[in-house]
C-alpha cells in the first residue's frame, strides 16, 4: 500500500500527527505527506515531506492559494500510483471532491478508519 496523506496547516500545527505516523510505520504503509506551511516556517528535509507555500494576504488570495494548492496535490497524485488519500482536514475533502470520488471512490480513508479497520477487521 502507498498512501497519501493531505494536511491543509502546518505539521506541527495538526494534533495527533504523530500518533497516525506511528500507526501508519507499525502497519507498514509506505506514506508520503503533503503539508501547507501556512506560517511559512517549517520547511522539513526530508523526501517523504512535500511543503506547499504559498503566502496570501486577503481571504480572496487565500481562495487562490487553495487553488494552487490543490494542482499541487493533483501533480503529486499523477506522478505516483498511490493506492490511499487520506485527508487530515475536511477542507481538503472538499477541493478535492471530484478527484477523490472518481479515481479513489474505494479508497478515501480518514485516519481513524485505517485505525478500526486494522483493530477490528471483522466488523461490518
Do not use: C, Q
Amino acid at each position: 500500500m502507498h498512501a497519501l496523506i493531505l494536511l491543509a496547516d502546518n505539521i506541527y500545527l495538526t494534533p495527533y500527527i504523530s500518533f497516525y505516523f506511528n500507526v501508519l510505520d507499525k502497519l507498514n504503509i509506505d506514506y508520503k505527506i503533503i503539508y501547507w506551511d501556512k506560517n511559512n516556517n517549517e520547511d522539513i528535509k526530508n523526501p517523504r515531506y512535500m511543503r506547499f507555500s504559498y503566502k496570501y494576504k486577503s481571504k480572496i488570495s487565500k481562495i487562490l492559494g487553495y487553488i494552487k494548492f490543490r494542482k499541487s496535490i493533483i501533480d503529486e497524485i499523477n506522478r505516483n500510483n498511490y493506492t490511499i488519500v487520506v485527508p487530515l482536514h475536511s477542507i481538503l475533502a472538499f477541493i478535492l471532491f471530484d478527484l477523490l470520488i472518481f479515481n479513489f471512490k474505494k479508497n478515501i480513508y480518514m485516519m481513524f478508519e485505517i485505525i478500526v479497520m486494522k483493530i477490528f477487521p471483522y466488523i461490518g
